[in-house]
């Protein structure tokens, strides 16, 4: 059974930082690969960050946060983190840590195969 536990959310000022963790537990194949989503209000649950860790390292992110947000992963802790930098109103969301067998099945929130429960991050101006 895998198990992805988020921790680090909050409330920020604008412009301010926070780092977000994502413990995984209970994964068995070789193959994982894990990222960020998000969910504001009213709104459908966004790709933020994903992070291809078979070999290339290759990250993706949102164009709303590339430049301010930064994915990575400590393989050896089963540990993914997101450093959040310049914070703005607009990233206030519930943040999701998501996983996958396969790199594919993350680009969809419909697909992804795990969710962790949530860490709210609010930013006020």
């Known amino acids: 059974q895998v198990h992805l536990v988020e921790s680090g959310g909050g409330s920020v000022q604008a412009g301010g930082s926070l780092r977000l963790s994502c413990e995984a537990s209970?994964?068995?194949?070789?193959?994982?690969?894990m990222g960020w989503y998000r969910q504001a209000p009213g709104k459908e649950r966004e790709r933020v960050a994903l992070?291809?860790?078979?070999?290339?390292?290759?990250?993706y992110y949102h164009e709303s946060v590339e430049g301010r947000f930064t994915i990575s992963q400590d393989n050896a802790k089963m540990t993914l983190y997101l450093q959040m930098n310049s914070l703005k109103t607009e990233d206030t969301a519930m943040y999701y840590c998501a996983a996958a067998d396969e790199w594919w099945l993350l680009l969809v929130a419909s697909s992804v195969q795990y969710w962790g429960q949530g860490t709210q991050v609010t930013v006020s101006s």
């Open positions: 992070i291809y860790t078979g070999g290339s390292g290759t990250t």
């Open positions: 209970g994964y068995t194949s070789s193959r994982f690969y």
